[in-house]
């Protein structure tokens, strides 16, 4: 295991720290835990100190991926039937859109 091996392994524990951490936070303050997982994935990203730069987004791209379908899976646990009925044609335009998109 090489040097690289090591800071991704430990970006990757940092990231996870950060967010459950933010997650946390903003539990407390009555906000989605959500909302805590990007803001510290925009603080120690490319937006913000720059402790993950573009080459280690690259090969992180299968962990990218599989933490915006838990995301997605913690966001779908949130709605509720009622937001659903009221805002269910937008949800699903919205969802629609950014299939075709990627």
Request: glycine letters at 16%; one cysteine or more.
């Given at each position: 295991?090489?040097?690289?091996?090591?800071?991704?392994?430990?970006?990757?524990?940092?990231?996870?720290?950060?967010?459950?951490?933010?997650?946390?936070?903003?539990?407390?303050?009555?906000?989605?835990?959500?909302?805590g997982?990007?803001?510290?994935?925009?603080?120690?990203?490319?937006?913000?100190?720059?402790?993950?730069?573009?080459?280690?987004?690259?090969?992180?791209?299968?962990?990218?991926?599989?933490?915006?379908?838990?995301?997605?899976?913690?966001?779908?646990?949130?709605?509720?039937?009622?937001?659903?009925?009221?805002?269910?044609?937008?949800?699903?335009t919205?969802?629609?859109?950014?299939?075709?998109?990627?």
């Amino acid at each position: 295991m090489g040097i690289f091996h090591l800071n991704i392994l430990f970006l990757l524990g940092l990231a996870l720290f950060g967010g459950t951490v933010g997650g946390r936070i903003f539990q407390k303050l009555r906000i989605p835990q959500v909302v805590g997982y990007i803001a510290i994935g925009i603080i120690i990203g490319e937006s913000g100190v720059r402790v993950v730069n573009r080459d280690i987004i690259t090969a992180l791209q299968p962990f990218n991926y599989f933490a915006l379908g838990l995301i997605g899976f913690m966001v779908g646990g949130e709605l509720k039937k009622e937001i659903f009925a009221k805002y269910g044609k937008q949800f699903m335009t919205i969802l629609l859109c950014e299939g075709i998109a990627q």
